[in-house]
């Protein structure tokens, strides 16, 4: 896994805790929407199918799970 640096994390938990309807019972597909906008410039659309950076995303989940927010 790549390492990012823990701003780059902060900064997405911010994001993904600031979506609306935001719920820790989906906290994967919030953490994906996070990393999308980060890659993409933009949130998803309902059936968007670009790629996102993995381990990014992995990373981003790791750390929520791992930490209470």
């Known amino acids: ?3 990012y640096s823990k701003s780059l994390i902060n900064s997405l938990i911010k994001n993904v805790k600031g979506y609306p309807r935001f719920s820790k019972e989906e906290i994967e597909k919030f953490c994906w929407m996070a990393v999308h906008e980060h890659k993409h410039g ?4 309902e ?5 996102i950076d993995e381990g990014l995303y992995l ?3 790791q750390e929520f799970k791992s930490n209470i927010y």
């Open 1 to 3: 896994m790549a390492d």
């Open 42 to 45: 933009m949130l998803p659309s």
């Open 47 to 51: 059936y968007d199918i670009r790629e």
């Open 59 to 61: 990373e981003l989940l």
